[in-house]
């Protein structure tokens, strides 16, 4: 059932393809409602005061992969709508290290494009969660899409559909997720991983 459930698409399917970027920019900040037009110019991301988001994709694909079993060591946080996923054994195990690599270099490909160095490093916000003493892993934060009152995944276990609820603490699972934004936020700018499907394990 976990094979047709979920795509398995292994992140070294994007090795070597290249990072596309299109840059949108807001109208009119001052309104609620804001509308975006595409910015075709060759300006610098983050010297665009009035930057809504960039869209990304890798070639000509989303940037859609499955992770390995991670897992959920604080269970689903329905205040925000989010869940962290921790890259388990990273340093021994090569199969975590490569997709928490594989993490990395996406986060640094969207800084290089933004403009951001190590002089502003601070103006992109990583999904990567360091333990401040060292003691854990890594976590990769991702986000369950809330739409028209409910939320756009699906979660499996086993051979069963569930709730969200489901996942508690330390729940081992395998995902599928996503990016295809990058968006200004309060000056800053941040590229949510979103969970499209869920194998509870």
Known sequence: MEVSFL???HHNLFENKPLLFKKYICKDCTQ???????????NVPKDILNLGYIEISLGKFPI??????????FGFNKSNNQMTLQFTNVKDDS?????????????????EYLGINDDDVD??????????KGRYDPNLLVKIPFRSNKYEVE??????S??????????KMRCD?????????????????????????
């Open 177 to 201: 997720i996503y990016i295809d934004k990058i968006w200004k936020f309060n000056g800053k700018y941040v590229c949510k991983w979103k969970v499209k499907k869920i194998m509870i394990q």
């Open 155 to 160: 979660v499996r276990n086993r051979d069963t």
């Open 7 to 9: 795509k398995n698409h």
């Open 123 to 132: 103006l992109y916000i990583s999904q990567i969660r360091y333990d401040k």
């Open 64 to 73: 859609y992969v499955t992770t390995p079993t991670m897992v959920c060591p």
């Open 95 to 111: 199969e975590m290290n490569s997709f928490f690599r594989f993490i990395q270099e996406l986060e640094m490909k969207q800084m």
């Open 32 to 42: 609620k409602k804001k509308e975006y037009e595409y910015d075709n110019s060759e």
């Open 162 to 171: 569930c709730s969200i609820a489901n996942i508690y603490n330390f729940s």
